[in-house]
């Protein structure tokens, strides 16, 4: 499914989407995929699949041990690749990994294999769109979105190259730093969300960890809230690991429906 057609399915619900993250390979590749299907049962409408990296420098120390697990379990981008073909969830799913990878792969063969396997979106955190030409054209030749972040530091020029690029929807940082739950909604969301005027829908991700907050992120304008630490840390608990991921999932979901 493409991201553009969930959110069209969604404006017909007057829902907001809920996008989940989880790291491929943590615990294993098998449990991923029951993961993935307790975060849909939940009410995900959009799945971040991260492939593991060994320097994750936009995460913070939640998801940075998700992908030290995820790679000493033996995860790697053909195993990847081949676990999400096997996902057969009707939500769309999301690459979220580092340039290095991408580079190494090639950024046609990258982006061919995420269309193979169903996944129709890349997140690069550390790609700006300036220097993205090369993976900006190998995912329009093959229909996948390469989705870009912006921060509460982007501005002017920047900003609109950034928006005139990125497809399937724009990732709000919605504050400096790295990933990770956080006690409050950062001050900075509303002022982001009101400096960005386009038609892709607007998801803020980093910090987001409860309904409470995801809601006070869709009242303040977002088509979208992303959540990642939050589900990550069950995850890394090993306790009771799907029933919790479906119930915050829910917990969650309740928050973006009018």
Do not use: W
């Not at 975060?39 to 030290?68: M, Y």
């Not at 982001?192 to 386009?198: Q, V």
């Not at 608990?237 to 309740?254: H, P, Q």
């Amino acid at each position: 499914m493409r991201i553009a057609d969930k959110f069209a399915e969604l404006g017909k619900k007057k829902e907001k989407a809920l996008i989940a993250y989880v790291c491929a390979g943590d615990p294993s590749a098998e449990a991923t995929k029951e993961i993935v299907h307790a975060l849909v049962k939940g009410g995900a409408d959009i799945v971040e699949l991260g492939l593991p990296f060994s320097d994750p420098v936009a995460d913070g120390p939640t998801i940075q041990a998700a992908s030290t697990r995820a790679l000493a379990a033996g995860m790697n981008p053909d195993l990847y690749f081949e676990m999400a073909a096997s996902i057969k969830e009707n939500v769309p799913l999301v690459c979220m990994t580092y340039y290095n990878l991408i580079y190494k792969r090639g950024t046609e063969k990258f982006a061919e294999d995420c269309a193979k396997s169903g996944i129709t979106g890349i997140i690069v955190p550390d790609l700006p769109a300036e220097e993205s030409d090369e993976l900006h054209d190998a995912c329009k030749r093959n229909g996948v979105d390469l989705i870009f972040l912006i921060t509460p530091v982007t501005n002017g020029a920047r900003m609109k190259n950034t928006l005139d690029r990125t497809s399937g929807f724009v990732y709000i940082v919605s504050r400096l730093g790295v990933t990770g739950e956080r006690v409050d909604v950062a001050d900075s969301t509303k002022n982001i969300l009101g400096r960005i005027h386009t038609d892709v829908p607007k998801a803020v991700g980093f910090g987001i960890s409860n309904g409470q907050q995801a809601a006070e992120v869709i009242k303040a304008g977002a088509d979208a809230v992303i959540v990642g630490s939050a589900f990550v840390n069950i995850v890394a608990s090993g306790d009771n690991v799907n029933e919790r991921i479906e119930n915050l999932a829910s917990e969650l979901k309740d928050s973006c429906r009018e």
